[in-house]
C-alpha cells in the first residue's frame, strides 16, 4: 500500500499540530454552551444560556444578535 504522503507532502504534520490545539481549547471552552438540559427547566436553560451568552459578548467585545419576532 502506498503511503499518502506524496499527496500532502510534508502538510500533514502542521494540520495534526493546529488540530490538536484548536481541539484542546475546543473541548475547555464548549462545555461553557452546552449545560446540562436534562437537570433544567425550559425557562431556565433560556435564562441560562442568555447570561453565558451575555458574558461571551461583554468578553470577546461583540455585540449580541438581533432576534426575530
Do not use: C, D
Request: proline share 6%.
Amino acid at each position: 500500500m502506498r503511503s499518502t504522503s506524496h499527496l500532502f507532502g510534508n502538510t500533514v504534520k502542521p494540520l495534526v499540530s493546529w488540530l490538536q490545539r484548536f481541539l484542546s481549547t475546543f473541548s475547555q471552552i464548549s462545555p461553557h454552551f452546552r449545560p446540562r438540559r436534562h437537570r433544567m427547566t425550559a425557562t431556565g436553560y433560556r435564562t441560562e444560556m442568555r447570561h453565558r451568552f451575555g458574558t461571551r459578548n461583554e468578553i470577546t467585545g461583540t455585540a449580541a444578535m438581533p432576534t426575530e419576532a
